[in-house]
């Protein structure tokens, strides 16, 4: 009989604090430095703190990877309880979060530790944490569990709708968007994580015709693949985020609709105003 299975993440996957604490869900935070004090991400602010703040901000925040220690203390009580651990994190081209989970493991040179790079971030990263935790609760191994986490990273998609390039391109995260910085006050661009990184997927013109094309591209996508997951995320724009869910809900009745805040470190990079979707078929 195999060990029972703990899921760790990070605090960019956006998980919903219910299914967190549903699913034993384990969550390291990054750091937002703001103004000379250090935050944790979720814990010592909140997302709906930061994004007003940061919509009046003269300085802008930044934000850093959890140190190795932060995910030794996680892993060491995980270990004493009988655990094996699956840690799932943000890309490993967006953060040195994945290097940090690596070097806890070493340092514990513990066989039963497996590092996931989720090449993303946002619930895309929490959907794969998810998925593998649901399977860990009905007693997967910590194979299985990979493999579940695999099919999600595979079979998933985010994305991403922001007023404005600047924050994406201040914080080096703009990836071959890159191109299109300058001219964002002409066109809203849609963007998507792509190979771990963000990258440019169309050009529209309007704030509700960007969101409206994202909307489509999710039903292309996604087509009759099923089960379906999906979420709608914000950086303070709840309201949109919430509209776009119901009208992906009615046209594709998901298996599971969530809508969320995104986490204050990827905000530190997004900005505010900012919609994502994400989706996760057939897994």
């Known amino acids: 009989m195999s060990k ?3 899921i760790v993440t990070d605090s960019t996957a956006s998980l919903p604090d219910h299914l967190v604490a549903q699913y034993n869900i384990h969550v390291v935070p990054l750091l937002v430095v703001w103004e000379g004090k250090t935050y944790r991400d979720g814990i010592d602010i909140t997302p709906e703190v930061f994004y007003e703040r940061l919509g009046n901000a003269k300085a802008l925040p930044t934000s850093s990877q959890p140190a190795a220690k932060d995910f030794i203390d996680v892993f060491q009580k995980l270990l004493d309880e009988g655990y094996d651990i699956l840690t799932i ?5 967006m953060s040195g979060t994945y290097n940090s989970a690596e070097q806890a493991k070493n340092a514990l040179d513990a066989a039963n530790i497996a590092i996931f790079d989720s090449l993303s971030t946002g619930m895309e ?7 593998a935790a649901r399977a860990a609760a009905e007693g997967a191994s910590l194979q299985e569990c990979i493999a579940v986490a695999e099919r999600a ?8 709708m ?24 002409r066109i809203k661009p849609i963007l998507e994580v792509r190979e771990g990184i963000v990258q440019p997927l169309e050009k529209v013109r309007t704030r509700r015709k960007v969101i409206q094309r994202m909307a489509d591209i999710v039903v292309e996508r996604v087509g009759d693949a099923r089960p379906l997951h999906i979420a709608a995320l914000h950086t303070g724009a709840e309201e949109d985020a919430r509209q776009v869910l119901a009208q992906l809900t ?4 998901p298996d599971e609709a969530l809508v969320g805040n995104v986490s204050p ?4 990079h997004v900005g505010p105003n900012g919609i994502g979707l994400v989706y996760v078929a057939g897994v």
Do not use: C, M, Y
């Open 125 to 131: 990263t929490g959907f794969q944490a998810l998925l």
């Open 265 to 268: 470190v990827i905000g530190t």
């Open 153 to 160: 990273r595979e079979n998933g998609g985010f994305l991403l």
């Open 250 to 253: 009615t046209r594709l009745d």
């Open 89 to 93: 994190v943000i890309s490993s081209k």
């Open 4 to 6: 029972p299975v703990a």
């Open 162 to 185: 922001v007023p404005t390039l600047e924050f994406l391109h201040r914080g080096g995260r703009i990836g071959t968007a890159s191109r299109w910085f300058g001219t964002a006050l």
